[in-house]
């Protein structure tokens, strides 16, 4: 009987495996440029960590975590999104009493959610995101959105908008919930299940309701604008003044709430088209976020935080349709073909030197016909193959065959590291003319 993987998740393998290093590469490259350091949490935790920290209300804690009792009867859940763990993290190991404020990480793993698999989506997925935890500044809120900005950018999204929002402080969000309650009362018996349970727990997620009829409704609720303290406004304003200084395009949507009970304060969602201006619709969301850290046994007085998470396999899947990642598989510098059996402990000698010098090599592993190893060179994206036969061992030398130009040429064993440096060198002038 075979043995397929699991619903809900997917293999990642060789080219497509590549793409997804090229965006993490990139992701990385941007963090690092801002100060941001990598943060490895472990895949599962205390169950507590996601329902303390993501809140009751959030669809992720009421349906989608996979959750287990382990032999000691403990709950535990595989992670379903990369915050909580990190906040967990930084209080565990007392970071914020041993670094510089803020703390600024970075993390790029698998989280798990246990939804509907459909096209693109999975119950195993890769997340990247950052935290800038510790201390309350708009400051770094714009900084968040410019690190979602440029990562989006430098992987080649062109037409990128940003939608922003504030959820207010603590009293702003208490008064819009109330008003929200009064508006959405009457209407309580026609809308959908989900909707009834989030009136009672955080009536903000009905604003995120995905029901037709309900999101009708939601465009004549109340706005958090209306509600908004003097202070939280102050504070939005000055993150949108420090968008507009740098030229950020945004729009400043009243219904964004995003999915999880954390956020407050600002909140946002980075928007894509493509060049024939299809909408992508969101990339990446996230927001700022306060009292995490002492939910955890942190430090109330540093319990600030923001930071943005987005889907690696959505956009793999946007920029592979886009053919912005047909440069990503290198393929192979040479491919190194033996004639006959007897050429073969020479040419596995000679691949080995050749890799020291730092080029990627392949060979046969056994007698194969001059046709075959072309064609295996040709598959492997080869630039060039290097022929060894009796007659160029007992020559000390090799033939050299650029596989786009056709050009063949004898080189002597002695002069190969130059010679190869000089071809390569071309390539790479060609590469970027």
Excluded: W
């Excluded at 073909?337 to 592993?365: H, N, W």
């Amino acid at each position: 009987m075979a043995i397929n993987s699991v619903k809900g998740t997917h293999d990642i393998i060789g080219s497509e495996a590549m793409g997804y290093q090229y965006i993490e590469n990139v992701f990385k490259a941007v963090c690092e440029l801002y100060g941001y350091q990598p943060l490895v949490t472990p895949i599962l935790e205390h169950t507590e960590v996601f329902t303390r920290a993501t809140g009751e209300a959030s669809d992720v804690v009421r349906k989608e975590m996979y959750t287990f009792l382990d032999k000691g009867g403990r709950s535990l859940s595989l992670r379903p999104e990369g915050t909580a763990g990190a906040i967990r993290c930084l209080v565990e190991h007392k970071l914020a009493a041993t670094n510089d404020l803020p703390l600024k990480y970075y993390y790029f793993g698998p989280v798990f959610r246990y939804e509907r698999p459909q096209l693109g989506r999975y119950r195993q997925f890769i997340q990247a995101g950052i935290e800038a935890v510790g201390e309350d500044s708009p400051y770094l809120d714009a900084e968040a959105i410019v690190i979602a900005m440029r990562t989006l950018d430098f992987l080649g999204f062109r037409d990128l908008k940003v939608k922003v929002n504030s959820l207010g402080d603590q009293n702003s969000r208490e008064a819009y919930r109330e008003a929200l309650r009064d508006y959405f009362r009457p209407h309580l018996a026609d809308m959908c299940a989900d909707c009834r349970e989030r009136f009672e727990l955080n009536p903000l997620r009905m604003l995120d309701c995905k029901v037709p009829a309900d999101i009708e409704l939601g465009k004549l609720a109340p706005k958090i604008s209306d509600y908004l303290s003097e202070e939280a406004e102050k504070r939005f304003y000055k993150t949108l003044s420090l968008l507009n200084a740098l030229g950020i395009e945004y729009e400043v949507d009243p219904g964004l709430v995003r999915g999880l009970d954390y956020y407050g304060q600002v909140v946002f969602e980075v928007h894509a088209k493509s060049a024939s201006g299809v909408d992508y619709g969101a990339l990446l969301g996230g927001g700022h976020y306060d009292g995490m850290l002492s939910d955890f046994g942190g430090d109330k007085s540093i319990d600030h935080g923001v930071g943005f998470a987005m889907g690696v396999e959505r956009l793999y899947s946007i920029l592979q349709e886009g053919g912005q990642l047909d440069g990503v598989d290198p393929g192979l510098d040479i491919y190194l073909m033996p004639l006959g059996e007897e050429a073969l402990p020479d040419c596995f000698e000679l691949a080995e030197q050749i890799r020291g010098l730092g080029y990627t090599v392949s060979l046969p592993y056994q007698k194969m016909k001059m046709g075959a190893m072309f064609k295996r060179a040709e598959r492997a994206k080869a630039k060039f193959a290097l022929i060894v036969g009796e007659n160029e061992i007992a020559l000390g030398e090799v033939q050299v065959k650029n596989l786009e130009s056709k050009e063949q040429f004898p080189v002597k064993i002695e002069e190969l590291e130059q010679t190869l440096d000089s071809l390569f060198g071309e390539e790479e002038e060609h590469h970027h003319e």
